[in-house]
Every structure is written in C-alpha cells, then in structure tokens.
C-alpha cells in the first residue's frame, strides 16, 4: 500500500504543467543573480514541471527552493555552478520553517559546488545543521535520479543531506566530495539504487544522532535500502565508509548534568545543549566549541520551556539551549537497514556503529537514560559485499547498546574482521550465513554477543 501511494504521488506530479526556465529569463549567458531568480520564479508556487532545456552552465548566486508537486528537470548538458560562496544549490521551500513538502523529484541536475561553500545559518534557524548541496529538510515523497555531485572541497558540506524524510529514492546518482557524500539523519523508507561515491568523510552515514552542529532535528532511520552502490576510494580520506551512530536521553530535571550534545524532552519538546566560546557573545552562528578536557562539568539551572520561535534560550549553567524539534523525542535508533550487492572498494573501515559519551564536541548518550531507551541498531542486513577493509563492522564505545547483524556473501582482506566490538556493550547478536568458498573471516566479540553460523 506504501508503495503504491508512493507511485500514485509521482505519477501525479508527472501529469502537471510543464514550464522551461527559459521562458522566465534564465541562460548559460546570464549572470548568476539573473539565473537564480528566473529558476525560482519558475519553480514558484510548485504543482508543475520545470525543465531546463537548454545545454551549458548556469550560474547561481543562491538556493533553488523546490515546492509541492514539483519535477526539476536538467536536459542532458545542463550544469549548476556556484558562482558566491552560499549554502545549499537545492532545498525544499519548507525548510527554512520545518513545513513538510510533498512530491518532489529531482532528475538529471550536475551540480558543480566550485569549492565555494558558506553556511549563514544561526542555531536558532530551524535547519541549522544541514549542509547538503541537495538538501532536503522535512520532505515525504521524493526522488532524486541521475544527478551529478562534485566540487566540493570543504569537509563541511556535503553532497546530499536529508533530516525528517519519509518515502525517498536516490538513483542512478555519483556525488565526489571532501566531506560526507550522503548524510542521512532521521527518516523512514529510504531506497538507493545504482550510485556511486567517493568521499574523503563518510559515503553514506546513517547519523539517527548527529554531532550537535550536523542535523537539525534528532530521531529513529527506519527501512532502508542499499543496492548496487559503489564506494570509491579518495585521495584525501579522514572519515569512514559509513557510520551507524544512534544515541538516547531523558527528561529536563534541574541540576543535571550536561555536555555538547545532549538532548533533553521537557514541556513536550525535545531541546539540545550547545557550548562554545562565541555561544554568548551574540554570534549564534558559531560551531560548538570544545567541552574542556580538564574535569569541567556542566550543571542545568534553567529549565528549557520555549518555541521553535524563540529558537534559543541561555542556560545560566553556562552554556545554550537550542529548540530542537517540535516531538517529545527520546531515542534515536537505526532499524531494518540493507545492503545489497555493495562494493566498498576503500581500505577503511566500513561500518562504525557507535554513540559517544564522553567526546569533546558532542554527547549521543545520556547517562541518566532509563534502561527501556537504551539506544539499539537492529536489523541490519549483508548480503554480496565486497570490501578492501580489514573491518566491516566495528562496534565502538557503546557498553549500553543493543544491536544485531546479519551478514552473507561477504568477501574482505583474507584477516579482515567480518565484526569486531571494541569494548563492552548491552547485548547483540550476529548471524553468518553462507560466505564465498574459501574465506574464514573471524568476529570478535564479548561472551554477551551470541553469533549463530548457519
């Protein structure tokens, strides 16, 4: 039924009015400025499809927003270049006020970043902490299809970013960048066919908790799929192949203790802890500073009760609170992910499944968390995986998670780990199934670990 509502939704938007930017004023001869405000006076008011027909570059000066029903349509040829340093080459028009748009397709855009990136976003600004050059922010219903990434240099942008998505397909897609190529925060149904891409960072990271200054919003990734996708090794790799980060809180009480990072739900709202030196100084664009490694600790003395437009409020334990979304949230878990047909051609590892608690940027984990929120990464399937790491799977500081894996058809470094926990952790369990003739790839995990060969 999912599915079909799914194909009902596209096949609507296929059958709107179609309209060329041409038309509006836009060219490979214009100015940037001209471009940017002709796409988007085509793209104005969504229900159509817009077509970009003729071939060359075009120059931008700012964001395309994209409203409901609508079909982005690049003609073979067709590039979008940056031409000022700016934030996102594409984003939902919702965004900006978490409105979520409907029925949004994507299809053949070459986007060239022209390593210019600058984000102006302040924390208050509800999607601070997206960073995709496509970028969707509160979406149901979206496609993405034979579209080109590349010229990204900065670690700080990324290819594309989506927070607080329902029902998303990306194909036929390459994205080549020094940051994350496709970071994924909260959402459910998800499916990614035929890409392939390079990052210095992470490929593809499924962060349900993020570094506080990396996802707008916090949550659970459900249901999601991976085939035939292609990791490509870079030349300046820092990061991993993917990551599995998930994290869990608590209620607001005063006196508790804080770090960069945790969240709290109070008042029906779920609030986030923001510390850094320009936090009080009337910059509120500022990246979160480190939490000093010298036995500081931070004390809540102010009760986080304010609305998403006040966005931000000081606590006077000495750091800030930020409005984080509108839900009680309390966990954010990664469940039922695939991998089909995969080929992690990179040496690093693939998979870092972990919450952090104790780092100096930012906290996934809550102490106080109750024990019925432990965070957990289930369901999470291999089948045909090809790597050149020595590690698939590397469970790291998480002595309070939950997970399971299942892998088969695995081929790694004749001494690579199919899985390894570094440390302690709640529970798991890991079920091997049948793998290439030959190969015996060993796991290394505690005795509360149950692995099932088949």
């Known amino acids: 039924m999912k599915r079909l509502l799914y194909l009902t939704a596209l096949i609507c938007i296929s059958c709107t009015p179609k309209v060329d930017v041409a038309d509006f004023g836009a060219s490979p001869e214009a100015d940037a400025s001209t471009n940017t405000k002709a796409i988007n006076a085509a793209l104005k008011g969504g229900n159509r499809k817009v077509v970009i027909s003729k071939p060359g570059t075009y120059l931008l000066d700012s964001c395309l927003l994209v409203e409901d029903n609508t079909t982005f349509l690049c003609r073979q040829g067709v590039i979008l270049k940056k031409d000022k340093p700016y934030s996102f080459v594409i984003t939902n028009a919702g965004a900006r006020t978490r409105t979520t748009n409907r029925n949004i397709r994507i299809i053949g855009a070459e986007i060239d970043a022209n390593d210019l990136y600058d984000n102006p976003l302040t924390v208050k600004d509800p999607q601070y902490g997206c960073r995709g050059q496509i970028d969707f922010f509160h979406v149901r219903n979206a496609l993405v299809k034979d579209v080109t990434i590349y010229g990204i240099v900065t670690s ?57 200054n990396s996802a707008p919003e916090v949550g659970d990734i459900t249901d999601a799929l991976f085939k035939n996708v292609t990791c490509l090794p870079h030349e300046n790799p820092h990061g991993n192949v993917a990551r599995h980060l998930v994290g869990s809180w608590t209620d607001w009480r005063k006196g508790m203790e804080i770090r960069p990072g945790d969240c709290v739900v109070n008042a029906g709202h779920t609030y986030l802890a923001l510390y850094g030196p320009r936090a009080f100084s009337g910059e509120d664009n500022f990246y979160p500073g480190h939490f000093p490694d010298d036995g500081t600790k931070l004390v809540s003395l102010t009760e986080p009760d304010f609305d998403a437009a006040t966005g931000i409020m000081a606590d006077e334990g000495g750091f800030l609170w930020r409005y984080e979304q509108d839900d009680e949230c309390y966990h954010a878990n990664i469940e039922n992910i695939r991998y089909r047909n995969v080929n992690f051609t990179d040496d690093r590892t693939v998979i870092l499944a972990y919450y952090d608690t104790t780092g100096i940027y930012d906290r996934s984990f809550h102490p106080d968390t109750p024990k019925d929120n432990y965070p957990h990464i289930t369901g999470i399937s291999f089948d045909k995986v090809r790597t050149n790491s020595p590690l698939l799977v590397s469970v790291h500081s998480a002595e309070r998670l939950t997970f399971d894996y299942d892998i088969r058809n695995a081929s790694l470094p004749e001494k690579g780990y199919l899985v390894k926990v570094i440390g302690t952790v709640e529970g798991g ?22 692995v099932i060969r088949e």
């Open 429 to 450: 369990s890991v079920r091997l199934g049948k793998m290439p003739a030959g190969s015996d790839n060993p796991v290394e995990v505690p005795s509360n670990v149950t």
């Open 156 to 212: 700080a942008a990324t290819g594309i970013q989506m927070c607080s998505w329902e029902n998303v397909r990306v194909q036929n897609t390459r994205i080549h960048t020094n940051g994350d190529a496709f970071h994924i925060n909260r959402g459910h149904r998800l499916v990614v066919k035929n890409c392939e891409f390079c990052s210095g960072d992470d490929n593809i990271p499924l962060n349900a908790k993020d570094w506080a």
